[in-house]
T-cell receptor
Framework: EDQVTQSPEALRLQEGESSSLNCSYTVSGLRGLFWYRQDPGKGPEFLFTLYSAGEEKEKERLKATLTKKESFLHITAPKPEDSATYLC????????????FGAGTRLAVHP | EPEVTQTPSHQVTQMGQEVILRCVPI?????FYWYRQILGQKVEFLVS????????KSEIFDDQFSVERPDGSNFTLKIRSTKLEDSAMYFCASSENGQPGDTQYFGPGTRLTVL
């Protein structure tokens, strides 16, 4: 069964304390891996798409990387406004464009 | 910047009633989707729609659900006879061309509460 697992479930950081979020996937064939940010009561906000192992994307304090089994979202020197739930999702071969989501990592950044 | 919009933001209904959730996808996008998120759970795929037809649907999307593009801008999800377990956030999304791996952009969601 195709599965997306994110860890940790929750992460508390001090402002400026860098860390990484993990998304591991067990799928039949990966067509794309997506990172979204979700604020409470809001819709997922697109961050990155990764298509192949070795690919990296950066945006401000965030950097996403992809291997054959997992993806990392690195957060460098986070600020309180980075507090949100970060969702990982995949599209698989033969899955048309159905996104399969992980449960997310709730990030809290404290001043 | 173009964005997906959804109305209403919150819908309260009685069990057994019909509800219609509305979405306006990004204007040049061709593929449309509905997802739902029960409180505290994962975002789940419901249905994808292209060229006035359903492309794919999940097991959740049973006969009580239907989708429609009634005009050139709106995309709707109808739940015919709501159940308590239909209470969730419903998100509409759209993508430009539907190619595998094409980015889906989400709306702000409609919170559906079934009493």
């Amino acid at each position: 069964e195709d599965q997306v697992t994110q860890s940790p479930e929750a992460l508390r950081l001090q402002e400026g304390e860098s860390s990484s979020l993990n998304c591991s996937y067990t799928v039949s064939g990966l067509r794309g891996l997506f990172w979204y940010r979700q604020d409470p009561g809001k819709g997922p906000e697109f961050l990155f798409t990764l298509y192949s192992a070795g690919e990296e994307k950066e945006k401000e304090r965030l950097k996403a990387t992809l291997t054959k089994k997992e993806s990392f979202l690195h957060i460098t020197a986070p600020k309180p406004e980075d507090s949100a739930t970060y969702l990982c999702a995949v599209i698989i071969s033969g899955g048309y464009n159905k996104l399969i989501f992980g449960a997310g990592t709730r990030l809290a950044v404290h001043p | 910047e173009p964005e997906v919009t959804q109305t209403p933001s919150h819908q309260v209904t009685q069990m057994g009633q019909e509800v219609i959730l509305r979405c306006v996808p990004i204007s040049n996008h061709l593929y449309f989707y509905w997802y739902r998120q029960i409180l505290g759970q994962k975002v789940e795929f419901l249905v994808s729609f292209y060229n006035n037809e359903i492309s794919e649907k999940s097991e959740i999307f049973d006969d009580q659900f239907s989708v429609e593009r009634p005009d050139g801008s709106n995309f709707t999800l109808k739940i015919r006879s709501t159940k308590l377990e239909d209470s969730a956030m419903y998100f509409c999304a759209s993508s430009e061309n539907g190619q595998p791996g094409d980015t889906q952009y989400f709306g702000p969601g409609t919170r559906l509460t079934v009493l």
